[in-house]
């Protein structure tokens, strides 16, 4: 008990100091999960919105499929990654592996497929609400698609914030790929468990807060804005 | 009044007429349930008509059908000669019974009609999107969320969107159900400014009071069957049909 006291005091004043090794692997983690998080919207809330205006041969199982991808075990999204950067691997000469580059291709993997569905979802339900007025109006497809997303932008900043918190706490797919080499490609997660099997707690107990601090902001943040959005009824 | 088909002005020079509209043997069942029963039905030249009936007689439905929304089980909906299409809906516009406003401004709502029609230029086009607001009296609410303005004012923001289309064939269904009278009049007269034009209108109402200032022809629906068609005067005057004569005496129409 006493070393937890004393751990989360040094936790404490560690994530105080700014101390430089600590600020560097926090911003790691940022950079490589809100990248991730970027492209797998760029990816998609596109491909989210056109299944949920189309009609296509496939759809219904298309997206069991998608929905059940959102529950990929980043170990194996690691793996799948690994095997491809490895030297013996499709991509290997891309030289790749152990690289922050590597550690947001496996997030965005991980977090594309639960922006496709639940953008999906999101979307699919103001697709219902605007099809006849679209249709009479002979809206072109794409431009649907971007009014769609347009529209509902503020209940897709809430999906986006689910694919950061799924990559911001990962530890499986970066530890692989990455390989947690200090000062390159050691972020928050991976530190973590690197500190707590050297039993080093107070380091991993004050990344653990700052881990902690950025779900909460975040989270903050998004509720803020839709709060304001709800007060112009765009919710 | 304006009854012939060469009156209708040419907003798309070039284009064939739209009128006369032809539906025969139109039919819409669901479930087994006919909601639009083998209505046969020509109307020849533009102006105004009213499209009457009891609640669930199929007013909308037809509206729909007729305007491509949805597919009839049987039967065959031609404007001038052409059957319905998606390239003949460009040249139409609806104002829905429950109006569907994007969630935007007021001004986006028409600036995302007036951004499909291809490029006016922007001066160009938000001058006329504040003339179409100025219309319907709601230029003073432009930069407000559509969402939150009062069912009557989403009606009038949902016709002047419809306008922004330019169409030729304007289909309002129950377009003044909610509004006080003074918008009442307001939508009146800009229905009857656009039928002087030469826009065909098809317009559905509950008020035969409304029917009465508007109406060139009358179609009374009843139970998915076209019970009558006739000029207003003469409909008003001496309905032929029983539910019709029930309709306007205000009993209940069986
Ligand atoms: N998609 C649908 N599936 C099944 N039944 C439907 C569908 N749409 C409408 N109906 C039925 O068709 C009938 C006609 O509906 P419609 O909306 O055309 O009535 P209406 O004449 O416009 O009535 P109101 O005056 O109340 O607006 C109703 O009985 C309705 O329940
Ligand atoms: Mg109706």
Known sequence: MQDLADAVRMALSLAMSGDAGFIEIVLLSLRVSLSA??????????????????????????????????????????????????????????????????????????????????????LEDLHAEYDEQFRSLNVPRGTAVWALIGDGRHALMTVALAGFGRAVAEVGAVIIVGGNIDHLTRVMTTAIAL???????ALALALGMVLLAVALAV???????RASARRSAYV | MP????????????????????????????????????????????????IMGPNGAGKSLLLRLIHGLIRPTAGAISWGGVPMS??????????????????????????????????IGARAAAERRDRLLDRVGL?????????????????????????????????????????????????????????????????????IGQARRLADDVVFLHRGRLVEHRPARQFFDDPSSPPARAYLDGRIVL
Request: aromatic letters at 4%; one cysteine or more; charged letters at 15%.
């Open chain 1, 219 to 225: 989270n903050a943040l998004v509720m803020g804005l």
């Open chain 2, 139 to 207: 230029l003073g609410h432009a930069r407000q969320s559509a969402r939150l303005l009062s069912g009557g004012e989403q009606q009038r923001l949902a016709l002047a969107r419809a306008l922004a289309v330019e169409p030729e064939v304007l289909f309002l269904d129950e377009a003044t159900a909610s509004l006080d009278p003074a918008s009442t009049q307001m939508i009146e007269e800009i229905v009857l400014a656009e039928r002087g034009r030469g826009t065909k209108v098809i317009f559905v109402t509950h008020d």
């Open chain 1, 37 to 122: 998080t970027a492209i797998a919207c760029l990816i998609g809330l596109p491909l989210g919105a056109l299944i949920a205006i189309g009609r296509f041969a496939g759809r219904g199982p298309l997206i069991v499929i998608v929905n059940a991808l959102m529950g990929l075990p980043p170990v194996v999204v690691g793996l799948v990654v690994y095997l491809n950067f490895s030297r013996a691997g499709p991509l290997g000469w891309l030289g790749l592996l152990y690289t922050p580059t590597a550690m947001i291709v496996a997030q965005t993997i991980l977090v594309a497929p639960i922006v496709i569905a639940l953008s999906r979802q999101v």
């Open chain 2, 86 to 119: 998606a390239g003949l809906r460009v040249r139409q516009a609806m104002v829905f019974q429950r109006p569907v406003l994007l969630r935007r401004s007021v001004a986006a709502n028409i600036d995302f009609v007036l951004g499909l029609r291809g490029a």
């Open chain 1, 195 to 201: 500190e707590t099997s050297k039993g080093d707690l």
């Open chain 2, 3 to 50: 009854h012939a088909a060469e009156t209708v002005t040419l907003r798309r020079p070039g284009a064939r007429p739209m009128l006369p509209l032809d539906i025969a043997g139109l039919t819409l069942a669901v479930d087994s349930r006919r909601l639009v029963d083998d209505l046969t039905l020509r109307l020849k030249g533009s102006g105004l008509t009213v």
